[in-house]
């Protein structure tokens, strides 16, 4: 009653590639890596803090009006 053999491993195998394929468990197999590799690197530079690209804010987009008729007013008023 311990373990299971290797043809019962065997035969669990083939019945999982039928069900899922082989594309998919390859695609399954690739996103596990990936994110066990970022795990990793997450726990080693867990003690320091994240490095800043730009310090600088991002620019704001700016209320440009157009001379041209195609454009909606974004700022809608009530008829008086």
Not at 29 to 40: I, M, P
Request: aromatic share 6%; net charge positive.
């Amino acid at each position: 009653m311990g373990s299971f053999s290797i043809w019962h491993w065997l035969i669990v195998l083939l019945v999982v590639v039928l069900i899922f394929g082989t594309k998919k468990l390859k695609n399954i197999g690739s996103d596990l890596g990936g994110a066990v590799k970022g795990f990793k690197d997450g726990v080693k530079s867990g003690g320091e803090p994240p490095a800043e690209a730009d310090a600088s804010p991002a620019p704001q987009v700016g209320t440009h009006k157009s001379a041209s008729s195609n454009t909606v007013d974004v700022e809608a008023r009530t008829k008086s």
